[in-house]
């Protein structure tokens, strides 16, 4: 079987201030493909997704997503292009409530409403009305990530998806991913 890429990275390069932090990173990642960056604490795996989702600019190499150039390009256009990344510490509205946070992430064209996101993670529908910092750090991370789907994304970029939850949460989130299979995200 042969799949499409839909994401294409070639001699990436990064830095934080004067450090080179990436140095020549290449992956490629197919439709419906899952794909998981291993390494050590400070290898770099964070700040590979970051640079993809243009939260670090590049100053080399090439990002083609869905074809397309989008290395250098800002955060907010990349993410309107599918590509969405929720970061390691989540990224969430903490003064706004679980619904506001979703609402947030929504895109009139995306498959995703709020329906699907409370039936994969009935917690949240439970604490809709909760505010994010009222929220564990497991249902933080589902917010985070329902937040994404509601964006409609063609690739979802989660880092460290599960740092710090209880096994049961990671569970769920990994039979979540799981069911989400079967719809066209890569992750």
């Not at 201030?17 to 419906?32: D, N, R």
């Not at 964070?46 to 150039?69: E, H, M, N, W, Y």
């Not at 969405?84 to 946070?101: A, Y």
Request: with cysteine; proline share 5%.
């Amino acid at each position: 079987m042969t799949t499409t890429a839909i994401l294409d990275v070639a001699d990436l390069h990064g830095y934080y201030g004067k450090s080179h932090v990436l140095q020549g990173v290449a992956l490629s990642v197919g439709e419906g493909e899952l794909v998981t960056l291993l390494g050590r604490n400070g290898a770099g795996k964070s700040t590979t997704l970051k640079t993809i989702a243009g939260v670090v600019t590049p100053r080399g190499g090439q990002v083609r997503f869905r074809g397309k150039d989008i290395a250098g390009q800002p955060p907010h256009r990349i993410a309107a292009q599918g590509l969405c990344l929720v970061p390691e510490h989540r990224g969430i509205f903490k003064l706004l409530t679980v619904e506001e946070n979703l609402k947030l992430g929504a895109r009139r064209d995306s498959p995703w409403q709020l329906a699907d996101i409370y039936r994969i993670f009935p917690r949240l529908h439970e604490r809709r009305r909760n505010g994010g910092a009222n929220l564990s750090g497991g249902e933080q991370q589902m917010l985070a990530i329902g937040r994404a789907l509601m964006n409609h994304p063609r690739l979802l970029m989660l880092d460290e998806p599960v740092e710090g939850l209880a096994p049961v949460i990671v569970e769920e989130i990994v039979a979540q991913r799981k069911s989400a299979r079967s719809s066209p995200i890569a992750t």
